[in-house]
């Protein structure tokens, strides 16, 4: 059966007919709905792991316990994973390993646009990239394959516009694999210096047995037509050209490490000149080059920031591109906001008013860096709020801690903050943290966590009591706060300021999207008593706006949390009258 | 360039852009052409600027409509209409929802929302197809089917038959919700008919 499937869909698909049996992934765009889609087969157990490491370690001991296994993440997952990484590729499979990871060319939804391709050759793993849907699931099913047959954990790198793209699949069926039997083998599992010494030269001859099969594999295809200009590309830059130049030579690459150098050659030499398109970095192209193969363009014309286009192909290749008419002047853009009724504006409008440093962290309240409540100083990865906070104020001292904050989300928290707070505790320090607990983990799109009281195939699972852990690891001053209840958090935040030792807060509201969230009716503003002030502007919610020297409420986004009442001095915001 | 066709679909986070390009992707599919679609999920959903790419042809390659490439654009709000102009291909046709929603820099009055949108895009040539959708949806029984409404004036443009698009819809809406967007998609054509005749 043929159907449309995202890039995301297509790699769970290929899971389930490739016989794997368990899935351990940590959310993160673009990469989560290959575990949201695989979730949906009963035939596979799938889990929402606390971090990216816990899910690759739990996807390597499924392996080793005999079963095909599987785990997910964006690209700087990836960074979070790569201890287990590096060492895996060591100890091989038991059962075969795949580890997808997302990467995330343009930044469409994060913080930086590293080439998670590096990783597959500093780890010395295979690493295929798929370029459509289509061969997401092929390539799935075959990664299984070579994981098994080279003994190796096989890498799976997909980009925004593969993994959220959907094209046409050809849908097959399951092939059950039996639980293969373990044994103890203590030199290729416990890598100690003795055992990985034995391991490491293991490791480099299959490299070259992999460089053998990549030669020869038909994932790794020449498609020659007219010789003037021959491209060496893979994944979505493979569809960018083909739209450019439907009779041009390409070499497309579906097994982007090892590469088969050979095959580059050969096909170098049937062409007049050699390009290669590639986004990020020139990993290809530096490889080739390496060789002695004469290379006649790459990153010098195409550069090594954000995403191509076919457009941006042409426009590097200094050739036309259709004309367009542009609307000709300047727009004002459309970030993504706080909804209205979020429970972290309430917070981040506090912490603005007090003017604190805010020691930031990556969720939806990371928004809360957005005008106008500008209330955020720094945000670098997952985690880092807590322990940055730390060093923060470590140098500059308790008067700093009085006038600092970390904000974390229950979600990120839980994956690599309560590190951070261990580290404020045993180490003295007296800083203040915030956390956002919106009972989900929201930006990537409503995943279940550790704190949700569900698992990611929606069963009832044990809670993780946020106080008591914070309660645990020695923190005494723990409080819950309403962030809605403006007067009460600024005096809780001031209060945990001034205490001489660490402190939590949990600023605790479901986040408004979800079923659990009380919506009350629209407010309205009474235009007699408004007087203008602007000062319900000052929360930026996108339901209140301004014109004609009056504020109003649109009736169709307002959710009634009444932030917008608590700013007004006049008593212009109301509730509609009860009928 | 090979023969395909590209669609864009534009709008605010939290419109149902998402549900428009899935129902067109069936009836693409079902005609037998071949169908890429590009969507983004994630940081922009929340209230951004989004935008879904939607090509058929008879083999596709790139998933993405690029500067100059898209026969329709159906925008769900004037400014983000405005600012996805540029994609429109030289002849290609724009739908919009007349529709004002702010974004936070003119919320925040750092920039003004700009005037005449509709009378700016004209004026470079584009042919432009504005109605209310807002109100044909809300007339149907919800404003969140505006997304339908939409593909009703689209599949009026298209030389697909109507039956095809009512099967799509049947397949891609809960059945709950099945006889409010067969509403809305029925609005949403005889406003466009109403249009294209006058
Ligand atoms: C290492 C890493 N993994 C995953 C992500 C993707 N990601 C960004 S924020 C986030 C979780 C946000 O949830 P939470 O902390 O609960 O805050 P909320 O969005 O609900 O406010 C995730 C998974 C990331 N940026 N970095």
């Known amino acids: 059966m043929k159907t449309l499937l995202l890039g995301n869909e297509a790699v769970a698909r290929g899971l389930y007919e490739a016989?794997?049996?368990?899935?351990?992934?940590?959310?993160?765009?673009?990469?989560?709905?290959?575990?949201?889609?695989?979730?949906?087969?009963?035939?596979?157990?799938?889990?929402?792991?606390?971090?990216?490491?816990?899910?690759a370690e739990a996807a390597i001991g499924a392996s080793i316990g005999g079963a095909r296994s599987f785990c997910a993440m964006k690209h700087v997952g990836l960074n979070v994973a790569?201890?287990?990484?590096?060492?895996?590729?060591?100890?091989?499979?038991?059962?075969?390993?795949?580890?997808?990871?997302?990467?995330?060319?343009?930044?469409?939804?994060?913080?930086?646009?590293?080439?998670?391709?590096?990783?597959?050759?500093?780890?010395?793993?295979?690493?295929?990239?798929?370029?459509?849907?289509?061969?997401?699931?092929?390539?799935?099913?075959?990664?299984f394959d070579i994981s098994e047959e080279y003994d190796t954990p096989v890498m799976l790198r997909t980009c925004t516009r593969v993994a959220h793209s959907q094209s046409i699949v050809e849908l097959g069926s399951r092939v059950e694999r039996e639980l293969k039997p373990y044994a103890k083998a203590p030199s290729k599992y416990v890598m100690m210096p003795g055992n990985a010494k034995i391991r490491h030269p293991i490791v480099e001859e299959r490299m070259q047995k992999l460089v053998r099969f990549a030669e020869t594999s038909p994932i790794n295809r020449i498609e020659m037509g007219d010789t003037s200009v021959g491209y060496v590309t893979a994944g979505i830059c493979y569809q960018y050209l083909r739209e450019c130049f439907p009779s041009a030579s390409i070499l497309k690459l579906g097994m982007v490490n090892p590469l088969p150098i050979e095959l580059i050659r050969s096909f170098s030499e049937k062409v007049d000149k050699l390009i290669v398109v590639e986004e990020l970095d020139p990993v290809i192209e530096t490889q080739i080059r390496a060789c002695g193969i004469k290379v006649d363009g790459g990153k010098d014309i195409f550069g090594y920031c954000g995403e191509l286009s076919q457009n941006k192909i042409l426009k590097a290749?200094?050739?036309?591109?259709?004309?367009?008419?542009?609307?000709?002047e300047p727009l004002p853009p459309r970030p993504p906001t706080l909804c209205p009724g979020c429970p972290h504006r309430g917070l981040f409008y506090t912490l603005g008013k007090m003017g604190v440093m805010v020691s930031?962290?990556?969720?939806?309240?990371?928004?809360?860096?957005?005008?106008?409540?500008?209330?955020?100083?720094?945000?670098?990865?997952?985690?880092?709020s807590?322990?940055?906070?730390?060093?923060?104020?470590?140098v500059r001292g308790s008067e700093s801690a009085k006038k600092s904050v970390?904000?974390?989300?229950?979600?990120?928290?839980?994956?690599?903050?309560?590190?951070?707070?261990?580290?404020?505790?045993?180490?003295?320090?007296?800083?203040?943290?915030?956390?956002?607990?919106?009972?989900?983990?929201?930006?990537?799109?409503?995943?279940?966590?550790?704190?949700?009281?569900?698992?990611?195939?929606?069963?009832?699972?044990?809670?993780?009591?946020?106080?008591?852990?914070?309660?645990?690891?020695?923190?005494?001053?723990?409080?819950?706060?309403?962030?809605?209840?403006?007067?009460?958090?600024?005096?809780?935040?001031?209060?945990?300021?001034?205490?001489?030792?660490?402190?939590?807060?949990?600023a605790r509201r479901p986040c408004i999207l979800l079923p659990s969230a009380k919506i009350s009716p629209a407010l309205f503003v009474d235009p007699e008593k408004c007087k203008g002030c602007r000062q319900c502007m000052t929360i930026g919610c996108p339901a209140v706006s301004f014109s004609d020297k009056k504020a109003s409420i649109d009736s169709t986004l307002c959710v009634g949390c009444e932030l917008c009442t608590q700013m007004c001095k006049f008593d212009a915001i109301l509730k509609k009258e009860v009928e | 360039m090979s023969e395909t066709k590209g669609i864009m679909i534009v709008g605010v986070g939290g419109q149902g852009t998402l549900l428009a390009s899935r129902i067109l992707g069936h009836v693409l599919m079902r005609r037998g052409y071949d169908v890429k679609m590009s969507e983004v999920h994630g940081m922009s959903q929340r209230g951004g600027s989004v935008v879904t790419y939607v090509k058929f042809g008879e083999k596709v390659y790139s998933p993405l409509v690029d500067l100059g490439e898209a026969d329709y654009i159906l925008a769900f709000e004037r400014l983000e209409a405005a600012r996805w102009l540029s994609y429109l291909k030289e002849g290609g046709t724009l739908?919009?929802?007349?529709?004002?929603?702010?974004?936070?820099?003119?919320?925040?009055?750092?920039?003004?929302?700009?005037?005449d949108i509709v009378e700016k895009i004209s004026a470079k040539g584009a042919r432009i197809i504005s109605g209310d959708a807002l109100s044909l949806a809300i007339e149907a029984g919800s404003a969140k089917a505006v997304n339908v409404v939409m593909i009703g004036i689209l599949s009026v443009l298209s030389d697909f038959p109507e039956n095809e698009w009512q099967e799509a819809i049947a397949a891609c809406v809960k059945p709950k919700f099945l006889e409010l967007n067969k509403k809305a998609f029925s609005l949403g054509r005889e406003f466009a008919l109403k249009i294209l005749k006058s």
């Open chain 2, 95 to 115: 739908i919009l929802n007349d529709r004002r929603i702010n974004p936070m820099p003119v919320i925040t009055g750092a920039m003004e929302y700009p005037s």
């Open chain 1, 82 to 143: 790569a201890d287990p990484l590096f060492t895996v590729s060591y100890t091989g499979v038991n059962g075969g390993l795949v580890l997808a990871v997302a990467d995330d060319q343009g930044m469409h939804s994060s913080q930086n646009e590293q080439d998670s391709r590096h990783y597959a050759i500093a780890a010395k793993l295979p690493m295929l990239e798929p370029s459509d849907s289509a061969e997401c699931l092929e390539f799935s099913k075959l990664a």
């Open chain 1, 406 to 506: 970390a904000v974390i989300g229950d979600s990120t928290f839980i994956h690599s903050g309560i590190t951070g707070l261990i580290d404020i505790v045993y180490n003295k320090g007296i800083s203040t943290v915030i956390i956002l607990d919106n009972s989900i983990t929201g930006m990537t799109g409503h995943q279940d966590n550790p704190t949700t009281g569900k698992t990611l195939k929606g069963e009832p699972a044990p809670v993780v009591s946020l106080e008591k852990l914070c309660e645990a690891v020695g923190v005494r001053r723990v409080r819950v706060c309403d962030p809605y209840a403006l007067g009460e958090l600024r005096a809780a935040v001031e209060e945990e300021l001034n205490a001489a030792e660490p402190s939590v807060i949990i």
């Open chain 1, 386 to 394: 807590v322990s940055g906070l730390h060093g923060f104020n470590t």
């Open chain 1, 19 to 55: 016989g794997c049996r368990f899935v351990s992934a940590y959310p993160g765009t673009p990469s989560t709905e290959i575990t949201e889609a695989a979730a949906k087969y009963d035939e596979l157990y799938a889990e929402w792991a606390p971090n990216e490491k816990v899910a």
């Open chain 1, 317 to 328: 290749l200094g050739m036309d591109t259709p004309s367009f008419a542009d609307f000709g």
């Open chain 1, 360 to 384: 930031g962290d990556i969720g939806c309240y990371t928004l809360g860096s957005l005008p106008p409540l500008s209330a955020m100083d720094t945000t670098v990865c997952m985690g880092a």
